[in-house]
């Protein structure tokens, strides 16, 4: 059996593509229904991509994706591209044509596939970063508030961490998610009753044409674990938040607690991607999974944390695909069990045969 480090050898020499030319995806007409989306298999073809010359950022081809997820899984992108500016990402928006984008953040509640990502994948892990001073108001109620804009590029464990330096109080439950405020307002990222989007005022977001626009809360839809936008795609690039003035010896106790109890109950030592499942309502998708005898359960190096059901972790040499094989194993048990629909909330993207 061949170790990591030949495995990514061989991934990429096999995928491997010189110049400015890249080979992307094309659907065809025959899908592949995997948790209940369709990906279509694709074939490959030809566009000139001269214009990433222009780019200030770095450009990688054939990156692996496992660098960058925090299952430690995933194939080659065509072209990762880690930008430097916003006017990086417009000329991205602006000249890929028909090649398909996808955004990368902290890389958790993610599954990608073996065979990686056709087309460009953006990491704005490095920029969008910033969090700007809390602007302090007083409410006609005497109540005192703040509205603050944070980059989609900030890691929710130290926004969480940093406003509760002005003692501001509303998302201390969110201490504990490990990705970026950018990937959390796109799934309406949640803990314990809160969710980000209880404080969101606007997010500021670059269309698919590469042009800015800002949305208001009003024009947002927050459901469970899904935020619906006016229109599909575009990259979050900042979101502005209002809190509440609290006390401040309370505030850091919360996060305390928080943080604790996250040690003691996640598997923290393992890679994994976070929650699995949604919680049905009513239960939680972690006691149902227990409940089923699957604590434990493997396939491959995949398996179900003994530590907490609804987290799936990497014990050091899982493939994407017994990862997929695992979640879907899961779902069915369940459901034969319970007669409950597990739904994923982690994210499944790339090409899957």
Not at 29 to 49: E, H, Y
Not at 180 to 206: F, K, P, Y
Request: hydrophobic share 40%.
């Amino acid at each position: 059996m061949l170790n990591d480090p030949w495995k990514s050898r061989l991934i990429r020499f096999a995928h491997m593509n010189h110049g400015h030319n890249v080979h992307f995806a094309t659907v065809t007409d025959v899908p592949k229904t995997i948790l209940g989306k369709k990906f279509f298999k694709r074939n490959a073809m030809t566009r000139s991509m001269k214009w990433l010359d222009t780019l200030q950022g770095e450009v990688r081809q054939n990156e692996l994706m496992s660098r960058h997820t925090s299952l430690c899984v995933g194939g080659p992108a065509d072209y990762f591209i880690i930008p430097k500016s916003l006017e990086d990402i417009k000329t991205i928006l602006k000249n890929r044509g028909e090649m398909p984008v996808f955004v990368l953040g902290e890389g958790t509640n993610l599954l990608v596939a073996d065979r990686g990502i056709s087309g460009i994948v953006i990491s704005i892990k490095e920029i969008f970063k910033a969090i700007q001073t809390p602007i302090f108001s007083r409410l006609s109620s005497g109540e005192e508030v703040a509205s603050v804009r944070v980059g989609a590029g900030a890691k929710m464990s130290y926004l969480v961490k940093y406003l509760a330096k002005y003692s501001l109080t509303g998302i201390e439950d969110l201490v504990g998610i490990p990705g970026s405020l950018g990937g959390a307002v796109v799934m309406n990222a949640g803990a314990d009753g809160t969710e980000i989007g209880d404080v969101i005022r606007s997010v500021t977001r670059i269309n698919d044409d590469g042009e800015v626009e800002v949305l208001t809360r009003e024009e947002l839809v927050f459901q469970y674990r899904k935020t619906t936008f006016p229109t599909p795609g575009g990259i979050v690039i900042e979101a502005e938040l209002k809190l509440k003035k609290g006390d401040h010896m309370a505030v850091q106790k919360a996060i305390d607690q928080h943080l604790d109890r996250r040690r003691q109950k996640q598997p923290l030592t393992l890679p994994n991607s976070g929650s699995v499942f949604k919680n049905p309502e009513g239960d939680t998708a972690g006691r149902l999974i227990e409940e089923a005898g699957l604590k434990g359960f493997s396939i491959g190096d995949a398996a179900v944390s003994i530590k907490h059901a609804n987290f799936i972790v990497n014990q050091g040499g899982a493939a994407a695909a017994d990862i997929l094989e695992l979640i879907e194993t899961v779902q069915k048990v369940v459901k034969d069990k319970t007669g409950i629909d597990l739904e994923t909330e982690i994210v499944v993207t790339g090409d899957w045969d």
